[in-house]
């Protein structure tokens, strides 16, 4: 494995280590491909900004140090600088503008929240009990794909389900017949592995399995050790063994349109 386009930053206010130490890792581990994704900034139109993400404020400051950075390791390493964003139906037009004129290349889907995020915040990763809530994070993840904006879906197997097993069989089966059919990539989340998260959750891979959706891998950085874990490798390798997966090895980057530009 020589690609990771999952990488954060301390900005996102949950991650440690500076730029320079994650790309020398990166590099000592034999990673050619390297792609930056921290969480978007977006100030809501009530103001709020959430701590996970990078504050609009620093956003500047990213682009700056990792352009700088990119031309210093250029012989060693390709850089690309994007985010991990959510999609809110409501927003995304907005958030997407506001990347791309800060300057983003790329984006991969992280939907950490259901809805629009406020005004409940409720997390996809929090117990979830509900059809209609199972219904509504399958229901944007495949209109987060078909807009067309996302390299990849980081970790799709997310979404903590209790209720039955065959709803949450048919709902991730649209997720994962979408991928397929425009070729958009599920990526199994190494931070899962190393923290032993309850992704990645093996009845979301026999799905992706069956259904042949494309399947790549992301460390999900958030500290320079993880910016190589090929440690955990093995375990990714094992469930594209056991549900005879269909591993593509490193995504094709979406290159990043502003959708006023469309
Ligand atoms: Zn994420
Ligand atoms: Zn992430």
Redesign the pocket.
């Known amino acids: 494995m020589n690609y990771n386009y999952h990488t954060h930053t301390y900005r996102c206010h949950h991650a440690d280590g500076t730029e320079r130490e994650y790309i020398e890792k990166a590099i000592e581990g034999g990673i050619k491909y390297m792609g930056f994704s921290d969480h978007i900034p977006f100030r809501f139109p009530n103001g709020f900004e959430s701590e996970h993400r990078i504050y609009t404020c620093d956003v500047k400051d990213y682009f700056d140090i990792l352009k700088a950075l990119r031309e210093e390791y250029k012989d060693k390493i390709e850089i690309s600088i994007g985010f991990?964003s959510e999609f809110y139906p409501k927003y995304y037009k907005e958030m997407i503008q506001n990347a791309t004129e800060a300057g983003a290349e790329y984006l991969i889907l992280?939907q950490?929240y259901l809805g629009n995020e406020l005004p409940d915040r409720i997390t996809s990763s929090s117990m979830h009990e509900k059809y209609e809530e199972l219904k509504e994070y399958a229901d944007t993840v495949i209109m987060a794909m078909e807009s067309g904006y996302f390299t990849y879906v980081?970790?799709p197997d997310?979404l903590n389900f209790a209720g039955d097993d065959k709803l949450y069989d048919s709902e991730m089966r649209r997720i994962c017949a979408k991928s397929r059919e425009l070729d958009i990539p599920l990526e199994i989340?190494f931070i899962g592995i190393r923290t032993n998260r309850r992704y990645p959750y093996e009845k979301f891979w026999k799905i992706a399995g069956e259904e042949k959706s494309p399947v790549t891998f992301g460390f999900?950085a958030h500290d320079a050790d993880a910016a190589c874990d090929k440690k955990s490798v093995s375990k990714a390798m094992e469930l594209v063994e056991k549900h005879k997966l269909n591993y593509i090895g490193k995504p094709k980057l979406r290159l990043l349109k502003n959708p006023s530009d469309s």
Do not use: L, R
């Open positions: 991990e992280g950490h980081a970790h997310i989340n999900d």
